[in-house]
């Protein structure tokens, strides 16, 4: 964990290689994956660059391999993995470098073999369509000529009839006079807005009539199954004519020529030829599909590893267009190396150069200062990963900064477990990250999704999650809202054995209050969860809690500022911001935490007892609640059964104040024997300095006033000190500027921005402090709110119906289960997520969290592949 805590360490390092021996110098450092290269030629674009023309036949082998995958995509073929990444990346060939112009034949053997194959598909399946459309149409127009058209002439004779006449002999109308017709096949889905527009064309003078198509047609072109209609359209003109001929063209509709349909021989023996042809088409069609389908399968076998092979020499060429060449034959190359990894580093370069029997020998050396900014990197493992993902997506951290990943793997799901404790819900979630670690190793070998994928990865954080729930549940003694009696509650209430407690009875405590037979063992008594008062106890205890964890965890995240400064060599940083820092949140707020856990740990029934005026022959005397020893009163030895006294032996005579009654004497109202309001008590120190209303310790009013005082000079500290002192470095090296001329105007300039950051610094330190202490109440407000919700579930969903049949309870706990999975089981737990990330993100690290880093990206095969895989096709 120590290496954890702060980034590798970098080397700046200077690379001369051979340029023969270059390809297989970068292909061991690739597999290494240690080295990030700085590009030397930033004046070049992508096309001037020595190497661009192998990455241009990269680019196109990357095309090839998405045009194989999705005809693979085409026929339903899952893609065959190239097996283990590691295993890929370790293994190595001597003909690295002649495997780029081997894949490009074999590959452009393939692309040819496959669009040939593809064309004549395409040529096929549009013979096959015209010839399918063809005798559709022709059944259609058959039908249609032989039941329709005959009803249709003889509903106009019936209604025409009656006006024969005087032209009876010439049968009312010329019989050599025909329509013309258009028949064809349009897409069902244009049908509509086809017809709608030979209406509006021909202004209603044709007869249209549509019949669908049973069997969906292909698209050659997209593979797609379209529904289609047989038309036929009659008219009886040349002009309409062409007016439905453009129509037809521009709705895409076929038009079929059909022969005279009166001849019936004609019409059977185009049907039996086209029949005939259609079978003809569609065994040539299936063989062609056959013939492609086998070659997507050896396709799919090598997909993988041919893209892997790829990306591989790609990402070699792209670092090598990052190379300088300033000598001929040799190549120039920098960047940052893990400083542990840079021996393996250097071996690399020399081993390839080896190999190669090549006389010229390289060199990698370490380059002197300046440098340029380091990048930062951290070497995590399965379960640290998810962790540092969680804080780089905020920012990454400055090189050597202090990384909050180490404390948020900690505190993350230990304040998620504070908002969502639950026992039940907190097992559900546990069992859920119980699970994706039981299937780390088959998901890591899955492609997954973005969002499981973000699951996989965050497997351990859920896991932890789920059991800090779970611990927190046992804390407050809560599983879905009801309270678990595992050792027995210290209280119990009159007529409790007999179930008939009544309302407004107190509970009593069943050992000696103090002793160790009164504490519950672990977590809150669950006798809480039945009381008339359970609401304001849980609020109290929670909103303590959670004041107590937010300020230890801001305090913290104020020391790591410190660390920092001391690392870093930051001597005013150290002293006029981190110091005051310590100063003014140690004077209000871990004070504030001492008073807590000081009223915790007193022992109140004995103060609030000795101020208490109580008659020496009454039973309440000589109890064990008070610490001290009982004295009786001098006017109960003088007056007898009347008098009464305090435990301590103060005469009480009526009217007495606590003042007067209390023996601590530790001044205000309260004299020390009255529980404070903690919340006044703190207002009080600002307001009304020196004025303790009720104290809890001898001198509080003079310490509170040393603690405001400290905090008062803390604030000009902080935000003029460290000007000062950086003004005054200024001034003794002034001079060298002054010669030159202009000096003054950038030494001005210069201390205005500090001054003006060192203001603001100021001011969101102070304020954040009351502010973020503030934002710590959310773990208090999402706990009640959970536990509240549960217990609405429960009372309104199951205890209602219990009650009543068991068909009412069974649906209750269907109401019961889909409520507590939709609400407390899905949208809390990410609510508890936003809210802990957002106390991370924010109150927690912006007390010392630059997040201006440079990610560490290495030049490295296996995140290269890894993007390759994880990208969509």
């Not at 090598?320 to 034959?329: E, P, T």
């Not at 908002?419 to 119980?434: N, P, V």
């Not at 110091?579 to 871990?590: D, I, K, N, Q, T």
């Not at 208490?612 to 039973?619: A, K, L, N, Y």
Request: overall charge negative.
């Amino acid at each position: 964990m120590a290496r954890w805590f702060r980034s590798e360490p970098m080397q700046y390092v200077s690379m001369i290689v051979n340029e023969d021996a270059a390809h297989d110098c970068l292909a061991d450092l690739g597999r290494l994956g240690v080295i990030q290269f700085t590009d030397l030629n930033p004046d070049l674009t992508p096309f001037q660059r020595r190497y661009v023309s192998y990455v241009k036949r990269c680019d196109e082998l990357e095309r090839k391999l998405r045009f194989f995958s999705n005809e693979c995509d085409r026929f339903n073929l899952e893609l065959a993995s190239a097996g283990d990444l590691d295993s890929f990346i370790l293994s190595s060939t001597t003909k690295e470098k002649q495997l780029l112009e081997a894949l490009e034949v074999e590959l452009e053997g393939y692309e040819s073999q496959m669009r040939e194959l593809n064309n004549f598909s395409e040529r096929l399946t549009i013979e096959y369509n015209e010839k399918v459309e063809l005798q559709e149409v022709l059944e259609k127009a058959r039908r249609f000529f032989m039941t329709d058209a005959p009803r249709l002439a003889v509903s106009e004779m019936t209604s025409t009839g009656s006006s024969e006449g005087l032209l009876s002999n010439d049968h009312g109308r010329d019989l050599d006079m025909r329509f013309s017709s258009i028949t064809g096949v349009v897409s069902t889905e244009e049908k509509q807005r086809f017809e709608r527009m030979i209406f509006r064309a021909t202004r209603g003078n044709c007869f249209v009539r549509f019949a669908p198509i049973k069997q969906p047609i292909t698209d050659p072109h997209t593979g797609e199954l379209v529904e289609k209609s047989v038309f036929i359209v009659f008219y009886k003109s040349v002009s309409i004519e062409n007016k439905l001929k453009k129509i037809c063209d521009a709705f895409q509709a076929h038009r079929y020529s059909l022969p005279d349909m009166d001849d019936a021989p004609a019409i059977d023996r185009m049907l039996t030829e086209n029949a005939q042809e259609l079978v003809d088409s569609r065994t040539v069609l299936l063989k062609n599909q056959d013939t492609r389908y086998k070659l997507c399968q050896v396709l799919a076998q090598n997909i993988e590893k041919w893209t892997w092979i790829t990306v591989r020499e790609k990402s070699i060429y792209h670092s090598l267009n990052m190379f300088k060449s300033d000598v001929a034959g040799m190549l120039r190359g920098e960047g940052w190396v893990i400083s542990e990894h840079l021996d393996e580093a250097k071996m690399c370069v020399a081993r390839a150069h080896a190999n190669m029997d090549l006389g010229q020998s390289s060199l990698v050396d370490e380059v002197p200062k300046p440098w340029p900014t380091p990048p930062t990197h951290f070497t995590t493992n399965k379960f640290t990963y998810g962790y540092q993902e969680f804080v780089n997506t905020y920012g990454i951290p400055r090189y050597r900064e202090a990384n909050p990943a180490l404390f948020t793997a900690a505190t993350f799901p230990f304040l998620f477990g504070v908002m969502y404790g639950d026992i039940g819900h907190g097992l559900f979630l546990f069992a859920a990250g119980l699970y994706l670690l039981a299937n780390e190793k088959k998901n890591d070998q899955a492609k997954l999704g973005e969002m499981a994928a973000g699951m996989h990865a965050g497997r351990y954080m859920i896991a932890m999650m789920g059991f800090f729930a779970v611990y927190a549940g046992f804390l407050y003694n809560d599983m879905f809202s009801l309270g678990l009696n595992l050792f027995g509650s210290r209280w119990e209430f009159e007529g409790q054995e007999y179930n008939s407690v009544e309302n407004g009875v107190e509970a009593e405590p069943t050992a000696q209050y103090g002793s160790p037979e009164s504490v519950y063992p672990f977590g809150l008594d669950p006798m809480w969860h039945v009381s008339a008062n359970e609401l304001l106890f849980f609020n109290s205890f929670k909103m303590k809690l959670s004041v107590i964890l937010g300020i230890i965890q801001m305090f913290g995240g104020t020391c790591l500022k410190g660390l920092n400064a001391i690392y870093f060599g930051e001597k005013y940083d150290f002293l006029f911001e981190f110091l005051p820092m310590v100063a003014f949140a140690c004077s209000l707020f871990v004070y504030m935490v001492f008073l807590i856990f000081m009223k915790w740990s007193i022992n109140w029934n004995s103060r609030m007892l000795s101020a208490t005026c109580i008659s020496p022959d009454s039973d309440g005397w000589g109890s064990a609640d008070y610490d001290g020893a009982w004295t009786v009163c001098d006017s109960y030895k003088n007056n007898g059964d009347d008098a009464l006294c305090t435990p301590w032996g103060y005469s009480c005579y009526g009217g007495e104040t606590t003042e007067e009654l209390c023996p601590l004497d530790y001044g205000g109202s309260g004299d020390g024997c009255q529980p404070p309001n903690l919340i006044t008590t703190l207002i009080s120190i600002a307001l009304s300095p020196g004025v303790v209303d009720e104290p809890l310790y001898e001198g509080q009013a003079t310490i509170q006033n040393y603690l405001l005082m400290v905090a008062g000079i803390s604030v000009p500290v902080l935000l003029l000190a460290k000007p000062y002192f950086l003004s005054k470095e200024a001034e003794s090296h002034g001079h060298h500027d002054d010669e030159e001329g202009h000096g003054d105007d950038e030494e001005a300039h210069g201390m205005g921005e500090i001054v003006i950051h060192q203001a603001i610094e100021t001011i969101e330190f102070v304020l954040g402090m009351v502010s973020n202490t503030a934002s710590y109440l959310r773990l208090w407000a999402l706990s009640l709110a959970h536990s509240e919700l549960a217990t609405v579930f429960w009372e309104k969903a199951m205890l209602t119906t219990l009650n009543m049949n068991f068909f009412a309870a069974f649906i209750g706990f269907g109401v019961f289960a889909g409520t507590t999975m939709g609400v407390l089981l899905m949208m809390d737990v990410l609510e508890c997520f936003l809210h802990a990330l957002r106390l991370h993100w924010v109150e927690f690290q912006n007390k010392f969290f630059k997040a201006d880093g440079v990610r560490f990206a290495p030049f490295s095969f296996k995140a290269s592949l890894a993007e390759a895989t994880a990208a969509p096709s």
